[in-house]
Each structure stands twice: as C-alpha cells, then as structure tokens.
C-alpha cells in the first residue's frame, strides 16, 4: 500500500478542503468545535487551536481555514464582533514545524501574510468564489482570468450552467454540488467551503515539497 502523508485540516466544516487534499494524495483528519456529521473523512470534535497545539506534531501538514465571520461585510454591518483565530491558529501551526496553509476570504487580507488568491474560474467553475491562502512554503497559482460572466444575483432562480454566488438561500442546490464537486454537503456547508479543486492545486504542491525531503 502507498504511504499517504498525513494532513490535518482544522476548522474543517463539512470538509470542502479536506476532499481536495485527499485527492492530492493525502489521509486527512478533520477537527471542528461543532459535529460534522457529513464530514466524509476521519474526524474528531474539539477546540482546533488546542489540537493543533497538543497534537499539530503527529501530522505531516497542517491545513485550517479559521472562521471568516469577523471579516465579512455582513457581520460589520450587523455589528457583531467575532474573535481573531487567524493569528493564533498560524502561531500554533508555526509551533510544530510543519508545513501549514491557512485559507480565508478577501476580506482577511490585512490579517494575512502575502496570501496567494485562487479563483473558481482557475478551475472551470461557475462561480468566481475568490480565496486567500498563506502558507510557510511557497505557492505557485494559476492564471487568473478576467471575469466576463454575470452572475445570477442573489434570490433569483439558478439554472444548469449559470454562474452563482452560492451565498444566502440561494437555488439549485444539486447544481451547485455537481459544479463544486461536494455531493455530499448541505446549502449550509456550500455557503461556507472551499472548492475541493482549491485545496487538491495546493496539496500536490505541499506533496511534491514533502517528497523533495525524502
């Protein structure tokens, strides 16, 4: 049997980031302060900061995407205040010596070192859906595209092959799946992942970087 590296994707949610390291090539573990239960991989419960700290060590790499409410324009608007994971994740991540990549929306750019972006229109998906991602290792992104189609706006009816923003109620759900590669997630989990596609570019990166240490 091949050895798979270990990955650790903290902040994991229904697991849209862990899907694509799996498919790198990676065994992945997922941690989530609250259940998960269609989470499709090994998953454990827990406060992930403090999983990172007590256990980053046993993983080859270390992967987390630190709740994004305290950066959205929606939260700001509504006055409510969130807690800064960002800096704390990246230091327990920094901790274990292993490579790490954090993930989060545009909006976290001040609270992010040189974040690379990646877009869904990189990867042949119907939706823009940019994405920051710090790392310790250098990340190489595609090209990314001027963006030429209009996207159906928010409450109005999604059909095949539309461009969306899978944010609010929006419609369609298995359509959407079918575009992101996530048949398992619910509309809620939708509204908060990563593109599988995203996290797979990445991790065949982290792999070859792991493999160039053997």
């Known amino acids: 049997m091949t050895y798979r590296p270990r990955l650790l994707d903290v902040f994991c949610c229904q697991g849209g980031a862990s899907a694509g390291y799996a498919a790198a090539g990676f065994d992945v573990t997922g941690v989530d302060l609250h259940p998960q239960p269609r989470y499709p991989f090994t998953f454990v419960q827990g406060d992930a900061i403090a999983y990172i700290r007590e256990h980053g060590h046993e993983y080859d790499v270390i992967a987390g995407s630190p709740p994004c ?22 230091e327990a991540m920094e901790a274990t010596g292993r490579p790490w990549i954090i993930e989060n929306v545009p909006e976290a750019a001040p609270e992010l070192r040189d974040p690379v972006t990646l877009c869904g229109a990189s990867f042949g998906l119907h939706t823009y859906r940019h994405r920051l991602f710090e790392s310790n290792l250098p990340l190489e992104v595609p090209e990314h595209p001027e963006h030429v189609h209009p996207t159906v706006k928010m409450g109005r009816p999604l059909q095949e092959g539309d461009w969306y923003h899978a944010v609010g109620n929006f419609s369609n759900v298995p359509y959407v799946r079918r575009d992101l590669n996530v048949p398992w997630m619910s509309r809620d989990g ?18 070859a970087h792991l493999g160039a240490l053997v």
């Open 69 to 90: 409410q305290r950066y959205t324009l929606c939260q700001r608007i509504q006055g409510n205040e969130h807690p800064d994971l960002i800096g704390p994740a990246r």
């Open 190 to 207: 939708i509204r908060e992942c990563i593109p599988p596609v995203y996290a797979e570019h990445l991790g065949r990166q982290v792999l």
